[in-house]
């Protein structure tokens, strides 16, 4: 075999192990939420559109979250993230669609000032303390997500959201690198 073939042999393994490393990432997103109870669902911020139009990842979130509460799987929502490329605040514009779809002020939380994951996580346990959280974000983003709010929270479980599958296979492979960095950093 010659190097340009070993090579090429190579370079096509490497992104096979990525693409099942995505699809393995996407699919542990699917499982259903644990079965218990919960203080507080968190649902994960995501980008705002012009004109403060949620994305549909973060309206899909959102939408999760409220489906999560209307079943008795938490008392509180917790919209996370702050200001991104546009304003208002990811946690504003969520927390807005949830009084929308029937969910009262005295259930919600608004958490302004994150911009990441671990930001998330950080400053929903600022408001929230050491409690039991269901965190909602994207299918292939669960397996990081949960991860990441168990260092701040007593018990974190994740709960994953649709959204299309041109957002998740981009969102899967990007979120590859995303936790071998995280794993690296110790931060998982």
């Given at each position: 075999?010659?190097?340009?073939?070993?090579?090429?042999?190579?370079?096509?393994?490497?992104?096979?192990?990525?693409?099942?490393?995505?699809?393995?990432?996407?699919?542990?997103?699917?499982?259903?939420?644990?079965?218990?109870?919960?203080?507080?669902?968190?649902?994960?911020?995501?980008?705002?559109?012009?004109?403060?139009?949620?994305?549909?990842?973060?309206?899909?979130?959102?939408?999760?979250?409220?489906?999560?509460?209307?079943?008795?799987?938490?008392?509180?929502?917790?919209?996370?993230?702050?200001?991104?490329?546009?304003?208002?605040?990811?946690?504003?514009?969520?927390?807005?669609?949830?009084?929308?779809?029937?969910?009262?002020?005295?259930?919600?939380?608004?958490?302004?000032?994150?911009?990441?994951?671990?930001?998330?996580?950080?400053?929903?346990?600022?408001?929230?303390?050491?409690?039991?959280?269901?965190?909602?974000?994207?299918?292939?983003?669960?397996?990081?997500?949960?991860r990441v709010?168990?260092?701040?929270?007593?018990?974190?479980?994740?709960?994953?959201?649709?959204?299309r599958w041109q957002t998740?296979?981009?969102?899967?492979?990007?979120?590859?690198?995303?936790?071998?960095?995280?794993?690296?950093?110790?931060?998982?």
């Amino acid at each position: 075999m010659t190097n340009r073939r070993r090579a090429g042999l190579l370079a096509g393994l490497g992104l096979a192990a990525w693409l099942a490393a995505a699809a393995a990432l996407d699919s542990y997103g699917h499982r259903p939420v644990k079965a218990g109870r919960y203080d507080a669902i968190i649902v994960a911020g995501c980008r705002v559109w012009p004109g403060g139009v949620p994305s549909p990842a973060l309206a899909m979130r959102t939408r999760r979250g409220v489906d999560l509460w209307r079943r008795g799987v938490a008392p509180r929502l917790v919209f996370t993230g702050g200001v991104g490329t546009v304003p208002p605040a990811e946690s504003v514009v969520a927390a807005n669609l949830a009084r929308q779809l029937g969910v009262p002020d005295d259930a919600i939380l608004v958490e302004q000032r994150s911009t990441s994951t671990e930001g998330n996580a950080r400053e929903a346990a600022a408001v929230l303390g050491r409690v039991r959280v269901v965190v909602v974000t994207d299918y292939y983003h669960v397996f990081r997500c949960e991860r990441v709010f168990r260092r701040y929270f007593a018990a974190a479980d994740g709960a994953g959201s649709w959204v299309r599958w041109q957002t998740r296979l981009k969102g899967g492979l990007r979120e590859v690198p995303l936790l071998a960095y995280y794993a690296l950093r110790r931060r998982i």
